[in-house]
């Protein structure tokens, strides 16, 4: 694989979601390189998170362009998108309930690999998210942060080269915001990432450049300091929270 | 990985030695009548668990898996009746039967059909076949030398020694191939549901769109379960037709549709023995219930559905699971035995 820093690995082209005449995400060009770590803020109902499926597949753009590492991904399949090595976290915790933590995190190790290989995998990324009191339980019967952290492993142990995370940190308690920080950054000397944050603090503790969105819109982009002394920024969405 | 799969199968041998010493020991002891009765039973199993590995492994609620296993048990007789001999007559049944549900499935699991419509889909097909093959009573309704027979179906020809068409089975025979057909099938099943192809289906059943993020394409996988279940499903109706002496239309009525359903309810989803168990055990209780005239046998059933639905939703052999691994885990001073490194396999 010869990537470089410089390449430009996720770009979108006049993206447009309309449900009705709702613009959720309007024109929206956006570029990200590799191995950036560019965090998408906004208020509710800004598109951030119509963005984030429109990248992922889970939802068909209105019209406009998704190019994943230069390929035409535009309408793709889920698993299309997830087959090119892009590890995905959505808002709400999709976890497979009924099996164990153990077994969630090895069917992501497998897609991409043989069974022994899969199994150390599995231990490894277990070992690294100090997983290891909760690997037999079921999912299902997990706290909240758990099963965010269950989920985080499933994407991790895929070892993709781009990062697609939505509110990775909601929920969780401030520990493990921290260490999902920290996580984040790790996973960052190897892969591109795209996070979609609420939670200011965490963004602070994470952030290179943030893009924030509003109304459909990219309204700015540049670094979390230049942002909140943005005044247009400041009304939009820090006002009444910085 | 063998080894690991093996460790995860060791209950499925064990009921399935279980099965073989019913298989030898059950014509020593048992009455020509029953061994006959028990054969329609075995068939039955096979169906039970057909749907339980779609169901139960797959996720997929099925309403109309009678449909395959009608289809395999026509597909057999015609077939056996065309060939003059039942060796080609069963491998056309299995892949008749799978080619069909290829084809349905496709448009189903690519459609992205939603659970409620799948159910709705698969019964109305059922039902179809139903009305259809109740209206070719004529003579002019045959395929090569089968006459379709219309509502009083076909006499299907036994089963002969492989490449032997003079040499039929004798009903005692028949027993034997169809306890065979079922621990075979019993063992592919839990195989099976332990590859990465099982786990994957296993994995679907729990999050699809997981499944999907993680770059399954749970299209084929689902497609690829519900194909293997109508073909077992069809050995199933092959292995019927053979117990009965006959297929007719009715095969493939709504009151047969629902009892697949309410087997693997009992027996509980999630396991491959819960299943097959409860359709030896209902096939019992409603021969039982027939030898008299007190209570409506439908009405008996009905009462156990809502019994379970109700205060065993597991259904019993999940249930009797947990009892169990609850009760191990109190029980004082023993070394807890290590589970499977990926916790239970099949049951």
């Not at chain 1, 690999?113 to 199994?119: C, L």
């Amino acid at each position: 694989m010869t990537r470089q820093r410089g390449d430009v690995v996720v770009e979108t082209r006049d993206l447009c979601m309309h449900f009705g005449g709702v613009r959720a995400v309007d024109q929206v060009d956006f570029t990200l390189f590799d191995r950036e770590l560019r965090c998408l803020i906004g208020p509710n109902g800004a598109g951030k998170s119509t963005f984030f499926k429109c990248l992922t597949g889970q939802l068909r753009p209105t019209s406009g362009e998704v190019l994943i590492r230069g390929q035409e991904m535009t309408g793709a399949e889920p698993f299309e998108v997830a087959s090119l090595g892009v590890g995905i976290k959505t808002q709400v915790p999709n976890v497979f309930d009924g099996l164990t933590a153990e077994e969630n995190i090895w069917l992501s190790a497998r897609r991409w690999h043989g069974d022994a290989r899969a199994r150390a995998l599995t231990a490894e990324t277990i070992e690294r998210l100090k997983l290891g009191d909760i690997r037999r339980m079921l999912v299902g019967r997990l706290a909240h942060g758990q099963r965010q952290w269950v989920e985080l492993g499933m994407v991790v142990a895929a070892e993709p080269w781009l990062v697609l995370l939505d509110e990775p940190a909601a929920g969780m308690t401030h520990e493990e915001t921290f260490r999902t920080a920290e996580l984040i950054e790790e996973i960052n000397k190897t892969s591109a990432l795209i996070v979609v944050e609420h939670d200011m603090q965490f963004i602070r503790m994470i952030s290179r450049t943030v893009t924030l969105f509003h109304e459909g819109r990219i309204l700015m982009q540049d670094t979390m300091e230049a942002i909140s002394a943005d005044k247009r920024a400041r009304e939009v969405y820090l006002g009444h929270r910085a | 990985m063998n080894s690991g799969i093996l460790r995860q199968m060791r209950p499925t041998f064990v009921y399935a030695l279980l099965g073989i010493i019913f298989m030898f020991a059950a014509p020593q002891v048992l009455q020509l009548f029953t061994i006959i009765n028990l054969t329609t039973a075995i068939a039955l199993a096979v169906l039970a668990l057909s749907l339980a590995l779609i169901w139960g492994y797959g996720g997929i609620l099925c309403f109309g898996q009678v449909a395959f296993f009608g289809l395999g048990a026509y597909a057999y007789t015609i077939s056996a009746i065309n060939f003059g001999g039942s060796t080609w007559a069963i491998l056309m049944a299995v892949m008749i039967t799978s080619a069909f549900a290829a084809a349905l499935g496709y448009f189903i699991f690519f459609g992205r059909v939603s659970d409620v419509y799948l159910g709705v889909i698969t019964l109305t097909v059922t039902l179809i076949f139903f009305s259809l093959i109740r209206r070719t009573s004529g003579p002019e309704y045959k395929i090569g030398n089968a006459l379709l027979g219309g509502f009083n179906g076909v006499s299907s020809p036994p089963i002969n020694l492989p490449w032997n068409p003079t040499s039929f089975l004798f009903p005692e025979q028949v027993f034997y191939v169809a306890m065979a057909a079922l621990i075979l099938c019993y063992v592919f099943a839990g195989w099976l549901v332990n590859t990465k192809f099982g786990r994957v289906c296993q994995a679907i059943r729990e999050n699809e769109l997981r499944a999907e993020l993680l770059g399954y394409d749970t299209r084929l996988y689902k497609l690829g379960i519900f194909t293997i279940g109508a073909g077992i499903a069809a050995i199933g109706g092959v292995l019927f037709c053979n117990g009965v002496g006959r297929i007719t239309p009715d095969v493939f009525n709504l009151y047969n549709a629902a009892l697949t359903i309410i087997w693997v309810i009992v027996g509980g989803r999630g396991t491959l023995i819960g299943p097959i168990g409860a359709t030896f055990a209902l096939f019992y209780l409603t021969s039982a219930l027939g030898g008299q005239s007190v209570l409506n046998n439908n009405l008996v059933l009905g009462i156990i559905l809502i019994f379970f639905v109700l205060l065993v939703p597991k259904g019993v052999a999940p249930t009797i699971i947990d009892w169990v691994n609850a009760r191990r885990k109190k029980a004082p001073g023993r070394v807890r035995r290590r589970r499977g490194s990926r916790g239970e396999g099949a049951q």
